[in-house]
Nanobody, 124 residues
Framework: VQLQASGGGLVQAGGSLRLSCAASGRTFSGYAVGWFRQGPGKERDFVAR????????YYADSVKGRFTISRDNAKNTVSLQMNSLKPEDTAVYYC??????????????????WGQGTQVTVSS
């Protein structure tokens, strides 16, 4: 599975962005998908996750109530709607796919496939 993240950009604090993760090579309808982010000099942190059916979502406390993850398996895409953005949300955002669905859903090493990342910059 190849993943392509897109939709990043520069936005003012309080604004919104919608990130997309498109899969190619094979369908990822059987995979859970997560979003992570990595700021300069920081570790890669968990942001959100959705199970393969789309009926179960899970968020980091820092984004709960502001970000919404969703998926369209027919289109092989997962989206991350980000509202009320803050300067501390500035990071490179990555999508990742998890085949097994049994590991620590917050841990990067649980995920088997990664996209290349898209930069999100929130100005104050």
């Amino acid at each position: 599975v190849q993943l392509q993240a897109s939709g990043g950009g520069l936005v003012q604090a309080g604004g919104s962005l919608r990130l997309s993760c498109a899969a190619s090579g094979r369908t990822f309808s059987g995979y859970a998908v997560g979003w992570f982010r990595q700021g300069p000099g920081k570790e890669r942190d968990f942001v959100a996750r959705i199970n393969w059916r789309g009926g179960s979502t899970y968020y980091a406390d820092s984004v709960k109530g502001r970000f919404t993850i969703s998926r369209d398996n027919a289109k092989n895409t997962v989206s991350l709607q980000m509202n009320s953005l803050k300067p501390e949300d500035t990071a490179v955002y990555y999508c990742a796919a998890d085949r097994q669905g049994t590991g620590d859903r917050r841990a990067p090493n649980t995920y088997d496939y990664w996209g290349q990342g898209t930069q999100v910059t929130v100005s104050s």
